[in-house]
């Protein structure tokens, strides 16, 4: 990982000039990934470098693009590259590379590499974070691709159901923005854009006055959706594209999202129920994401007929209605979601199972509330951040038998795996998903079970 002695920064500045090193280009070896689309290199002075555009094993220039003199680190662009990597491929998308989209962390690696490299992401952040190898976690090490996925280098699946772009404020084109920047890359087409996405023509279209457009291609129906944000006194375009669709705003006073034509929701399909999504609110990107996801959480918990369960961060009510059809009549399910419009879509999608309720705010405060002591399964689906341990804590009181943790961050999944550890819960299996190709994220499912089971 060390650099060579010959290592040298190519350039030098003057003494009296700003200690930013924004440009400074150093020759570099490259070593392992680390967790955000990036890997690790150092200088010639031991100063640490994430370097992107790059794989491990490489030699090449790195030119920096944030940091100082006596940072803790700094962020690079591989620029050159002197020594690829067997896994290297080039880039199919004609709009990655250095300065160029941030969408994607890994159009220059082929396929499988990608997979592997997320799965030492994973691994390294369960050791640190949890303490845990993939064999305590009951992990194979493998990253598996969604259904339709698995394609020879070069190729790129089409899985971004929902992609938003940026609007260029001088030009008035459609693009996306730049790693870790407010600018906008103009494209022509996203490779990774679903076909119900780039079948709108949106990047073809001129959204002068707008700052973002956020199209949206269901899955298992034929809806299709546009949100327009506005800039400050921007006039609402014509909206004119290739396919119908149903046109919502963001209003500048209070941020919320407003029909202007069509539906205010898409109909999304999934565990062979149809579930309404209301104003852009969550549902998962990858076509395949939301059946993988349910399956593997419905196989790790083996639902029982008359189980009481919880859904936590339920959204729109996709594991509790998954539950609620397994666990049956008997059988009743909780929900708890923050966001207003999701509970009321949540409350619309299972309306028809009369023993699942779901309640509105946030976990931590929801759940005390509710007077429950006890529950036989858990799903909880956190946001980016996770769950946190006063809620963990609160969890792992409640005795379940088993809990399906759904994390698509290694990161903050691995912390929370340390506090349910704290809690008497250890992890039976887990299981890691590669539902969004070409980038860094990942999803895992974490059964877990208390550690008194092992025994």
Not at 142 to 171: C, F, I, N, S
Not at 346 to 372: C, M, W, Y
Request: net charge neutral; aromatic share 4%; glycine share 12%.
């Amino acid at each position: 990982m060390q650099a060579e002695p010959k290592n040298a920064r190519v350039g030098t500045r003057a003494e009296d000039q700003p200690t930013s090193l924004v440009g400074a280009e150093y020759e570099v070896e490259v070593g392992p990934v680390a967790h955000g689309g990036h890997c690790i290199a150092r200088t010639a002075e031991g100063q640490v470098l994430f370097v992107r555009h790059t794989l491990p094993g490489e030699r090449v220039v790195a030119r920096v693009t944030e940091g100082e003199e006596g940072a803790r680190f700094l962020r690079a662009d591989a620029v050159r590259v002197l020594e690829a990597s067997k896994d290297r491929v080039p880039a199919p998308c004609p709009y990655a590379g250095p300065g160029r989209c941030g969408g994607c962390d890994w159009q220059h690696a082929k396929p499988g590499a990608q997979r592997r490299l997320k799965g030492e992401v994973v691994a390294e952040q369960l050791k640190r974070l949890a303490g845990l190898t993939p064999e305590e976690a009951g992990w194979d090490g493998t990253v598996m691709p969604a259904e339709g996925d698995k394609l020879p280098a070069g190729e790129v699946p089409q899985w971004r159901t929902r992609v938003q772009y940026a609007v260029d404020p001088a030009t008035g084109r459609a693009g996306l923005r730049r790693h870790r920047s407010h600018e906008v890359e103009p494209v022509e087409h996203c490779m990774i854009a679903a076909e119900g996405v780039s079948e709108l023509g949106v990047e073809q279209r001129d959204w002068t006055g707008m700052e973002t457009v956020e199209a949206i291609a269901a899955t298992g129906s034929q809806d299709r959706q546009v949100i327009l944000t506005p800039r400050p006194g921007g006039r609402l375009p014509l909206v004119e594209l290739d396919k119908p669709v149903s046109v919502l705003r963001v209003e500048e006073k209070d941020g919320g999202v407003h029909r202007v034509h069509g539906r205010p929701f898409v109909r999304e399909r999934a565990d062979g129920r149809t579930h309404r999504v209301g104003s852009g609110g969550f549902w998962q990107v990858h076509p395949k994401a939301a059946d993988t996801l349910v399956t593997a959480v419905m196989q790790g918990l083996l639902p029982r007929k008359g189980d009481m369960a919880l859904d936590l961060y339920c959204g729109v009510g996709l594991f509790a209605g998954a539950l609620a059809d397994r666990i049956g009549d008997k059988g009743a399910v909780l929900g708890v979601e923050s966001g207003k419009r999701a509970v009321e879509d949540a409350r619309h999608n299972l309306a028809d199972f009369p023993r699942v309720r779901v309640e509105q705010g946030k976990v931590d405060s929801v759940l005390p509330r509710t007077g429950i002591t006890e529950v036989d399964l858990i799903v909880l689906d956190p946001p980016r951040s996770g769950a946190g341990r006063k809620t963990v804590a609160h969890l792992t009181s409640l005795n379940a038998r088993r809990i399906a943790y759904v994390a698509c961050d290694p990161a903050a999944l691995a912390r929370d795996l340390g506090y349910f550890r704290e809690g008497g819960y250890r992890v039976r299996t887990l299981r890691v998903f590669d539902l969004f190709p070409m980038t860094h994220h990942v999803e895992c499912v974490a059964i877990l079970e208390p550690a008194a089971k092992a025994v």
